[in-house]
Nanobody, 121 residues
Framework: QVQLVESGGGLVQPGGSLRLSCTAS????????MGWYRQAPGKQRGLVASITRSGDTNYVDSVKGRFTVSRDNAKNTVYLQMDSLKPEDTAVYYCNAAIWAPPGYNYRDYWGQGTQVTVSL
């Protein structure tokens, strides 16, 4: 059974940094795109950043230049380095991955449980 486990959230002051990690475990054949989404109170969940297996990245405009997504394919882990954090970055952050795992024959989406990031004085 595949699981995504996140860590690294917390409370940080504006201008500070946090690093989120997400590791996929279980019987995994292959992982395609991995990424991070976030959901603030009263808002829809939206993409923050994603990265392909070969390292191509994509960011929402509001985090470009401040956040960096990376991954370690050998460890089935994706990271999100968040710098110059702003109060509007406050949200629950969810890890997402397209994973091929038995008994299926194609990729399907898996989600982590979410980790709270709060940016406040």
């Amino acid at each position: 059974q595949v699981q995504l486990v996140e860590s690294g959230g917390g409370l940080v002051q504006p201008g500070g940094s946090l690093r989120l990690s997400c590791t996929a475990s279980g019987t995994i054949i292959s992982i395609n795109v991995m990424g991070w989404y976030r959901q603030a109170p009263g808002k829809q969940r939206g993409l923050v950043a994603s990265i392909t297996r070969s390292g191509d990245t994509n960011y929402v405009d509001s985090v470009k230049g401040r956040f960096t997504v990376s991954r370690d394919n050998a460890k089935n882990t994706v990271y999100l380095q968040m710098d110059s954090l702003k109060p509007e970055d406050t949200a629950v952050y969810y890890c997402n991955a397209a994973i091929w795992a038995p008994p299926g024959y194609n990729y399907r989406d898996y989600w982590g449980q979410g980790t709270q990031v709060t940016v406040s004085l």
